[in-house]
């Protein structure tokens, strides 16, 4: 499982980092905003992106968008603190296929990727 | 139009909550609130580094959340296992409290209580201007024997 981290938060993408190292994941890339995401999507064709929505430049839900054109296999986790359920249900609807709100602790995260990953075993 | 003062207080508690919230859930280190005030007078309340976020959509306004290098560097120890954070370390700290904390508030608020993503700063920024025509309301909160400010202002 390769992963790309989008956050323009760098203690972030280092604690998303740390928390899944247990996991048979290889992180492929990490990405400050979502055009730096796009390339790194377009070259690299990650299996799972873990996406916060706001960033600078183009945010997580136009990055979305764009992913779901150019590589639409990837499955999309969006970690976000927009807590509201329209922008959850918006991401969803966009694609995404895991939704976390931060903040988001080791625990969080594990029961996110045991969700994920178990998903894609019945796929 | 000026927010009214219950609808005001209502917010505050939101962010309140947040607040709470976030060091809880992320350190199990409750937070301790001290007596939020109204700012009557000009200038801002500061300490070393800050975390500003600007609101729009059906609210308009800021919220920032300031404390001392030793909270950020406490708490990024606590995450990512860093004894001795950058400057950028801290300052990223900052941004995403900051960013966490209004961003929660959306819960309650609904999507069209819009956020900017993080301004941060060290100090006193000269060029930091705040809209004279804003309510500002101070929360004092300890965590971990460190002191920082959440600041509202709304219209």
Same mark, same amino acid.
């Given at each position: 499982? /390769? ?6 938060? &760098?203690?972030m993408?280092?604690?998303?980092e740390?928390n $899944?190292?247990d ?14 995401a $796009?390339?790194? %999507? ?8 873990t ?6 430049g183009?945010?997580g839900?136009?990055?979305?968008d ?9 499955? %999309? ?12 249900l ?6 995404? *296929? ?10 969080? $995260?594990?029961?996110?990727f045991?969700? $994920?990953?178990?998903?894609?075993e #019945?796929? | ?10 917010t ?5 909550n &947040? @607040? #709470?919230?976030?060091? /809880?859930h ?8 001290? %007596?939020?005030?109204i700012?009557?007078?000009? !200038?801002? @309340? ?7 976020? !600007?609101?729009?959509?059906? /609210? ?5 959340i300031?404390a001392? *290098?030793?909270?950020y ?12 954070p950058?400057?950028?370390?801290i300052?990223d ?12 508030? /959306? ?10 993503v993080?301004?941060?700063?060290? !100090? ?7 809209p004279?025509? @804003? &309510?500002?309301y ?5 965590? #971990?024997?460190?002191?920082a ?7």
């Amino acid at each position: 499982m /390769r992963l790309l981290i989008v956050d323009d938060s &760098s203690i972030m993408r280092r604690i998303i980092e740390k928390n $899944l190292k247990d996991y048979d994941i290889e992180i492929i890339g990490t990405a400050p905003d979502g055009h730096k995401a $796009l390339e790194i %999507v377009k070259e690299k064709k990650p299996d799972v992106i873990t996406l916060d929505i706001t960033m600078p430049g183009m945010d997580g839900l136009a990055c979305l968008d764009e992913i779901m054109v150019v590589h639409p296999a990837a499955k %999309v986790m969006i970690i976000t603190a927009l807590s509201d359920k329209l922008t959850g249900l918006r991401a969803l609807d966009k694609g995404a *296929r895991g939704f976390l709100y931060k903040p988001v602790n080791a625990d969080d $995260l594990a029961n996110a990727f045991d969700r $994920l990953l178990k998903r894609n075993e #019945n796929k | 139009m000026k927010t009214s003062k219950a609808e005001f207080d209502a917010t505050c508690s939101l962010f309140i909550n &947040s @607040v #709470n919230n976030y060091f /809880r859930h992320l350190t199990e280190i409750d937070s301790e609130l001290n %007596v939020p005030y109204i700012k009557q007078s000009e !200038g801002l @309340v500061l300490k070393d580094y800050t975390g500003m976020i !600007g609101i729009s959509g059906n /609210r308009k306004g800021f919220v920032y959340i300031s404390a001392d *290098r030793h909270m950020y560097e406490d708490l990024i120890k606590i995450f990512i296992g860093i004894d001795d954070p950058s400057d950028e370390d801290i300052l990223d700290m900052a941004g995403e409290i900051s960013n966490v904390v209004a961003g929660n508030v /959306r819960a309650n608020l609904g999507a069209n209580f819009m956020i900017s993503v993080p301004v941060v700063f060290q !100090g006193m920024p000269s060029q930091l201007k705040i809209p004279s025509d @804003v &309510s500002i309301y101070v929360i004092p909160i300890v965590w #971990n024997n460190h002191e920082a400010y959440v600041v509202i202002g709304l219209q």
